[in-house]
């Protein structure tokens, strides 16, 4: 017995420098992630409800490294956030999106909103906005059309400097909008006071719809008469989707709708929509 406990606490510490041993190959490997060129990004469309019109997408990012599988954000962000390599490769994302969009408008190709995820380590630097302006600005892309997508960790810190940046990117011409809405913390009165243009109903929310509306009406609710757009996040049924269009809620994203795609995969989606 003695002997069984001094097995277990060996077996334990081993799987724990395991998981440090792979955490240290994933960071040192993601030093010479940018410049080896092992980002890349997938899109996912978003469609307006009412109209069944595709012209939206939520970019994110994946990695992969050469002779290894495609690594999924769960793996890698958290190890870009704590070394802070987070800031240069969100930079990178929105100078790809912006050119990607730039290629789909010169082949005809109108996308009218691209959300972007943008980490709080990222909205914390305090030339933030000056620095996705610089960039967006480069690339000739109207800032209309990119959404920042924030999570709800922006209202429990410095409340009054984020008010301040989130207005300033109201007046670069940028859309806010709030990842995840309802598993965090939030204010009601917060939500108010923020210039936010959007909502992205958590699709935990989606998920339990077939046994309770009440969270997801609520939140249709306030989302309209604040005057904010509204995307449901996860949708996967048709019964999710019918429910949601009859409520109102203004744009999916989803399973039932696309995967997140490669950006040729995206381009012929879309023109498969048209073609229909
Ligand atoms: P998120 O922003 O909430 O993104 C939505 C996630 O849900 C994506 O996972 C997407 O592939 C997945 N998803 C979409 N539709 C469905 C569905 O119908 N069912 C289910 N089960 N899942 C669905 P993904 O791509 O693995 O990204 C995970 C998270 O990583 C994102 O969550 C976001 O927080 C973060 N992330 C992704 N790209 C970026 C980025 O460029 N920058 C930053 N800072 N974070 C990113
Ligand atoms: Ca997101
Ligand atoms: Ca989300
Ligand atoms: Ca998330």
Redesign the pocket.
Known sequence: SKNKGRNTVERYSGRLSEALNEKLRLTAMLRRALEQKEYL??Y?PQQELATGKVECF?????WQPQSEAMI???KF?PI??ETGM?VS??EW?LREVCFQVTCWQTKGIAIQHAS????L??FQRPDIVKELLSIVTESGVDPSIICL?L?ESIMMDNFRENLHKLQALRTAGFSVSI??FGTGYSSLNYLRRMQIQEL?I??SF??ALSEDTTLVNAILGMARGLGLRIVA????TEEQKSFLRAHNCEFM????LS??LPAEQFEAFILSLGAA
Request: net charge negative; no cysteine; glycine share 6%.
């Open positions: 990004l997938y996912q939520e970019a994110l990012l994946r999924f954000p769960d962000i870009l956030e987070i490769v969100g994302v972007v995820n943008v980490s380590r990222q997508e999570t990842d995840d992205k958590d699709r989606i998920n996040e996860g949708v996967e994203q989803g399973y039932l995967r997140p």
